[in-house]
Antibody, heavy 116, light 111 residues
Framework: EMQFVESGGDLVQPGGSLRLSCAASGFTFSNYWMTWVRQAPGKGLEWVANIGASEMFYLDSVKGRFTISRDNVKNSLYLQMNNLRVEDTAVYYC???????????WGKGTTVIVSS | QSALTQPPSASGSPGQAVTISCTGTSGDVGGYDYVSWYQHHPGKAPKLLIYEVIKRPSGVPDRFSGSKSGNTASLTVSGLQAEDEADYYCAAYAGSNSFLFFGGGTKLTVL
């Protein structure tokens, strides 16, 4: 059974940085694309970024500030978030991703609050 | 990047059927057969219900079905049960420039 555990969420001031992690298990991690999705308070889901073997893609509003990466030895996905803005406040989920960006396994999320 | 359009709420009585729509454009919903639906109980991990418009992952009851006509996709939940009360999101692949749009979500209430 595939499992995902996100961590690293915290309260941070605007302009600050955070690194989110997602520990995956129960499947061959290196064989799959992975995605970060977020949900701001009272809002819907929003795709943030995804990563394949070496390709990375980002939501326009996070380009240049967020970096997605992976460690296939540690079966882990990361999201380095710099120059954080109030509007980045959200629960961040990691998800295993299949063709067409179908996300067939998700974690429970980690909460990021950007506030002064 | 724009969200797909879903009704904010839907409801039905136990045993009834409810259909939730998801409207996009020819660049996303209408352009690819990569529409998926997710069920989200607040505080829990979202769950994939439907992928590639009509396909169901193993373990998802056949009470859940998907369809698409033009730029609008739909999720039908038949034989409503209390545990179906949740938020439902559609998502559509939008090509290599925009990647993925989600709908705004529909809160399904079982009366």
């Amino acid at each position: 059974e595939m499992q995902f555990v996100e961590s690293g969420g915290d309260l941070v001031q605007p302009g600050g940085s955070l690194r989110l992690s997602c520990a995956a298990s129960g499947f061959t991690f290196s064989n799959y694309w992975m995605t970060w999705v977020r949900q701001a308070p009272g809002k819907g889901l929003e795709w943030v970024a995804n990563i394949g073997a070496s390709e990375m893609f980002y939501l326009d509003s996070v380009k240049g500030r967020f970096t997605i990466s992976r460690d296939n030895v540690k079966n882990s996905l990361y999201l380095q978030m710099n120059n954080l803005r109030v509007e980045d406040t959200a629960v961040y989920y990691c998800a295993r991703t299949r063709p067409g960006l179908t996300m067939d396994g998700w974690g429970k999320g980690t909460t990021v609050i950007v506030s002064s | 990047q724009s969200a797909l359009t879903q009704p904010p709420s839907a409801s039905g009585s136990p045993g009834q059927a409810v259909t939730i729509s998801c409207t996009g454009t020819s660049g996303d919903v209408g352009g690819y057969d990569y529409v998926s639906w997710y069920q989200h109980h607040p505080g829990k991990a979202p769950k994939l219900l439907i992928y590639e418009v009509i396909k169901r992952p193993s373990g998802v009851p056949d009470r859940f079905s998907g369809s698409k006509s033009g730029n609008t996709a739909s999720l039908t939940v038949s034989g409503l049960q209390a545990e179906d009360e949740a938020d439902y999101y559609c998502a559509a692949y939008a090509g290599s420039n925009s990647f993925l749009f989600f709908g705004g979500g529909t809160k399904l209430t079982v009366l």
